[in-house]
C-alpha cells in the first residue's frame, strides 16, 4: 500500500484529495504573493478523476479569509460541440484532450488574466451533453 504523499516506484507522486489540497493551498497563496497579477492554476487529469471536484475545494479553500481572491474556471464550458464529435465520430472520447476548444481556452485564461472587470464564459450542460453561453 503507497502511503499519502510517498512516492512509487514508478515517480509519480499519489496523494488524496486532501493532501492534494494540503500541498496547493500553500504553494498558490506563494505564488499569488510574487505575482504582478492574476495567477492560473491548471489541474490536469483523466475523465473522471476528480479535476472539478479538487479545484471546487481549492478556490473554497483559498476564499475562506477573502471571499474574492479565488474563483473557478472549468474546462467543460470548452468541448467541442456534441454535434460536431458525433460528425467525427469521437462521442466515445468525450473529455480527451483533442475534444476540447484548446485554443478557444487559452485566449479566455489570456481575457481573465488582464481583465478588470468580472468576466464569464461558457459553461457545460449535462442536460443538453454540449455547452450553453453564459
Do not use: W
Amino acid at each position: 500500500m503507497v502511503q499519502p504523499g510517498a512516492r512509487t516506484a514508478d515517480a509519480h507522486l499519489r496523494l488524496t484529495p486532501q493532501a492534494a489540497l494540503v500541498r496547493l493551498a500553500p504553494f498558490v497563496l506563494e505564488l499569488e504573493s510574487k505575482a504582478q497579477g492574476r495567477v492560473a492554476i491548471g489541474l490536469a487529469g483523466g475523465p473522471g478523476s476528480g479535476k472539478s471536484t479538487l479545484a471546487a475545494e481549492l478556490v473554497a479553500m483559498l476564499n475562506h479569509d477573502d471571499p474574492a481572491r479565488a474563483a473557478l474556471v472549468p474546462m467543460d464550458g470548452f468541448h467541442i460541440k456534441h454535434a460536431r464529435l458525433e460528425a467525427l465520430g469521437h462521442t466515445d472520447r468525450k473529455g480527451a484532450l483533442h475534444t476540447f476548444e484548446a485554443s478557444d481556452f487559452v485566449r479566455f485564461l489570456r481575457r481573465i488574466r488582464s481583465a478588470t472587470v468580472p468576466v464569464s464564459g461558457p459553461l457545460y450542460s449535462r442536460d443538453t451533453v454540449s455547452f450553453v453561453n453564459h
